[in-house]
C-alpha cells in the first residue's frame, strides 16, 4: 500500500509497503530502492538511492520509523548530509490521501461483479438510473404487488444511502445509487479505499440504515396498527441481514474480512473463530439453521484467505477499531434476527415468512 508521497529534486518519491515487510521506494515511478519482505520485520529502517545531478551521482536515504498498530510512521529524507524533509503521518493521512498507482489484483468473477462493471461503463448518464429502477419495479411488482414492490425499491434505497453517507463521511466522491432488477442496488464511488477502517464503516452502514429502518416501521406499527408496517419492517430485517453473511462481496464479508485480516497474532484468529462458531450455535437453537449453513460457508471461505492478508493494499485495522467492528456487527446482526424471530413467534403467516426462509 502507499505509506508516503512526497517530492524529492522535482519529481514524486512515493513509498510503498506491506505488513509483510517488503518495502518499495519509486521515483518518478522507477524503482530505486527496495526492502525484502521478512519474518520478523524491524520497526526502523533505511532505503538507500542514488540520483543523478548532470553527470554528478549523489546519494540518498530515505529513513523510515513504521508501526502498522497503531499506525503511525516517521521520516527522514536525506541527500548526502542535508536533511531534505521530514515528518510523520498517521492513519488519518492515509485516508485522506489519492494513491497514485495502485497494482491491481484478480477478482473472483461474480454475477455482482459483472454488474458492476457494467454500470460503471454507464453510470455518467442519468438515464440508466431511471431505467434500472424502473425494471427493478416491474421486476418486483411481477413477482409479488406493485404496492409491495415499491416498499421493497424504498427498502434498498435506504440501504444503499446508508453507504453513500459513509462515503462522504470520507470525502469519497459518490456516483449515487443503481437498483438492479433480482440483484439490489450498488453505491457506487470513483475514489478507492485506503483503510480496512474505511471499508469496514462504508460496508456496516448500510444494514445499519436498514436495521434502524425496521426499528421507526415497527413504532409506527405499534401506533397505527398498520399490519403492512410490520411486513415491511420483517422483510427490510431479512434483506439486511442477508447482506450481513460473511460472504464476499456482500457487505458482511467485507466487514469480517477486514477485522480478520487486521488480526497479527493467533490470540485475536482463535476469538474470531470462536464468535464465529457461536454465532452459528445460537443461529441453529433459534431455529435459522440456513443462516447457520452460510456463516459456516462464509467462515472457512475468509479463514482460507487469511494468510495472504499481509499482501493487502489496505491498511489494518488497529485493536480498537477491531473491536469496534465486531461488537457493530454483532449488534446490527442481532437487532436484525431479533425483528425476525419476534415476526416469527406473532402468529401472523406473512410475519413468519422470513423466520421460515432462515429455518429451512
Known amino acids: 500500500m502507499q505509506l508516503l508521497s512526497i517530492m524529492c529534486a522535482g519529481r514524486p518519491l512515493r513509498l510503498q509497503a506491506t505488513m509483510s515487510g517488503w ?37 540518498c536515504c530515505l529513513k523510515v520509523s513504521l508501526q502498522w498498530q497503531p499506525f503511525s510512521l516517521s521520516y527522514q529524507l536525506m541527500m548526502g548530509d542535508q536533511l531534505l524533509e521530514q515528518g510523520e503521518r498517521v492513519e488519518k493521512d492515509i485516508e485522506s490521501q489519492s494513491v497514485a498507482e495502485r497494482p491491481k489484483t484478480p477478482n473472483r468473477i461474480s454475477l455482482i461483479g459483472l454488474g458492476s462493471l457494467a454500470l460503471k461503463l454507464f453510470k455518467s ?46 470525502g469519497m466522491r459518490t456516483k449515487g445509487i443503481y437498483l438492479v432488477p433480482f440483484m439490489g442496488g450498488l453505491a457506487l464511488s470513483d475514489d478507492k479505499i485506503n483503510t480496512r477502517w474505511q471499508d469496514v464503516v462504508i460496508s456496516i452502514m448500510g444494514p445499519f440504515f436498514g436495521l434502524l429502518l425496521s426499528i421507526v416501521l415497527l413504532l409506527l406499527y405499534a401506533i397505527t396498527g398498520i399490519e403492512m408496517l410490520a ?35 493467533l490470540v485475536g484468529l482463535i476469538a474470531c473463530v470462536l464468535g464465529a462458531i457461536i454465532g452459528i450455535l445460537l443461529s441453529y437453537s433459534f431455529g435459522m439453521a440456513l443462516l ?42 442481532t437487532g436484525l434476527c431479533a425483528i425476525i424471530w419476534m415476526g416469527g413467534q406473532s402468529g401472523n403467516e406473512a410475519l413468519a415468512l422470513p423466520l421460515k426462509i432462515l429455518g429451512s
Open 125 to 170: 448518464a442519468k438515464v440508466i438510473k431511471v431505467l434500472f429502477a424502473a425494471g427493478s419495479l416491474a421486476a418486483y411488482s411481477w413477482l409479488f404487488s406493485w404496492q409491495f414492490a415499491l416498499a421493497l425499491i424504498a427498502c434498498l434505497v435506504f440501504h444503499e444511502y446508508g453507504h453513500i453517507r459513509a462515503m462522504k463521511y470520507f
Open 231 to 265: 411486513g415491511i419492517a420483517v422483510f427490510n430485517a431479512l434483506l439486511n441481514l442477508f447482506n450481513l453473511l460473511p460472504v464476499l462481496p456482500l457487505d458482511g464479508g467485507h466487514i469480517l474480512k477486514s477485522i480478520t485480516f487486521s488480526m497479527n497474532s
Open 23 to 59: 518495502q518499495g521506494l519509486y521515483w518518478d515511478n522507477h524503482l530505486v530502492a527496495q526492502r525484502d519482505a521478512s519474518q520478523d520485520p524491524e520497526k526502523n529502517s533505511e532505503l538507500p538511492f542514488t540520483l543523478m545531478r548532470g553527470e554528478e551521482a549523489v546519494e
Open 292 to 333: 447457520g449453513f452460510l456463516l459456516i460457508i462464509g467462515s472457512i471461505e475468509i479463514l482460507v484467505e487469511w494468510r495472504g492478508r499481509h499482501a493487502s493494499q489496505l491498511l489494518p485495522l488497529n485493536r480498537y477499531a477491531q473491536s469496534v467492528s465486531a461488537a457493530w456487527y454483532v449488534v446490527t446482526v
